[in-house]
């Protein structure tokens, strides 16, 4: 069975840090392309990230460039999202996603994925 689990979330004061992972189980992802979104109470889930399968080609939503960055260790089967510099606008539910591809391209679109994890809660406030 196919799964992904995030985990790292929790509460953060403004400025602050946290690295998010994204394990999958049952499958390696070497040949997925992994995207990170976020949905905040009463908005849309939105794509804040994702990385190519390989690894070599990476994107992030405006909001989040230069604070955000995307990352994978195929031996852990894990993607990180490593977020710096915490906004009270970043809270939400993060969730990563799995998208079988050979593409070298990713996508920051919420229905091009297959396999969802649970989410993790990530709080910012002083």
């Known amino acids: 069975q196919l799964q992904l689990v995030e985990s790292g979330g929790g509460l953060v004061q403004p400025g602050g840090s946290l690295r998010l992972s994204c394990t999958a189980s049952?499958?390696?992802?070497?040949?997925?392309?992994i995207g990170w979104f976020r949905q905040a109470p009463g908005k849309e889930r939105e794509g804040v990230s994702c990385?190519?399968?390989?690894?070599?080609?990476?994107k992030y939503a405006d909001s989040v460039k230069g604070r955000f960055t995307i990352s994978r260790n195929g031996v852990k089967k894990t993607v990180y999202l490593q977020i710096n510099s915490l906004r009270p606008e970043d809270a939400g539910v993060y969730y990563c996603?799995?998208?079988?591809?050979?593409?070298?391209?990713?996508?920051?679109?919420?229905?091009?994925?297959?396999?969802w994890g649970q989410g993790t809660q990530v709080t910012v406030s002083s």
């Open positions: 049952g499958f390696t992802l070497d040949y997925y392309a």
């Open positions: 996603a799995a998208r079988p591809t050979s593409s070298v391209m990713c996508m920051m679109t919420s229905r091009e994925y297959d396999y």
């Open positions: 990385i190519s399968a390989s690894g070599g080609r990476t």
